[in-house]
């Protein structure tokens, strides 16, 4: 999901300069940690999973002296994290599989300019995704009482610096941390048929670390 940045503008003095400025376009990828909550008969599994997330971000900035806000939309993907695995004594299946789609999102962000080459910022934003379950390979809609995929928004919260590089592009890192909340009527579903798994829910949640840059427009 997304990156970062926020610029500002102005010409001289007590104002932030370029490339912190305008409009912009920009591309992002980095390590993504998958903690995603997996809730089913009273189990929990909090374990975290790894991967790889990458997108498309456009934005607008401006300043106030050396403070800038500004807002920014991304569009971002992310690999197939590996599989949960599961006692079937237990649960009835050996695998459990997620995979998100592509989520869209908006976020508003402040910081500050020091040097009038780095700006260190920070932001809050909202993004929508589906996510689907397989279990031992077998879509979740395929057992009794099971679901399609489902829709979740996440609030996400952001650090991140970066620095300017000649007058039009800047590079940049930043820290994303995103909590899910599920926007569907319906919880995944109560699945029976082979499997021993009764009631299945989870919340997604993930840190991403985005390098990305930036080009003005």
Known sequence: ???????????????????????????GFGPVSYNTRIAFDGVFDPAGR?????????GYDHAFGLWIVGAEATITAASVPDP?????????????????????????RGGYVLGGRVLVHAGVGISVATQSVRLDGRPLSDFEGGSEAER?????????????????????????SSAGHDLS???????????????????????????GVRFGL
């Open 152 to 176: 979740f928004v996440t609030l996400q919260r952001s650090l991140g610096v970066e620095g300017g590089v000649g007058s039009r592009v800047r590079l940049g890192f930043s820290f994303r």
């Open 50 to 58: 790894g991967g790889l997330v990458y997108g498309v971000s456009g």
């Open 1 to 27: 999901m997304g990156v970062l940045a926020l610029g500002s503008y102005g010409s001289s003095g007590a104002s932030a300069q370029e490339p912190f400025g305008g409009a912009y376009a920009g591309l």
């Open 185 to 211: 009527a319906d919880d995944f579903g109560r699945v029976v048929d082979d499997a021993s798994l009764t009631f299945f829910d989870l919340e997604p949640s993930q840190d991403e670390f985005i390098f």
């Open 84 to 108: 949960y695995t599961f006692d079937p004594a237990v649960t009835g299946f050996a695998e459990l599989h997620l995979r998100r789609g592509t989520s869209a999102g908006l976020n508003v």
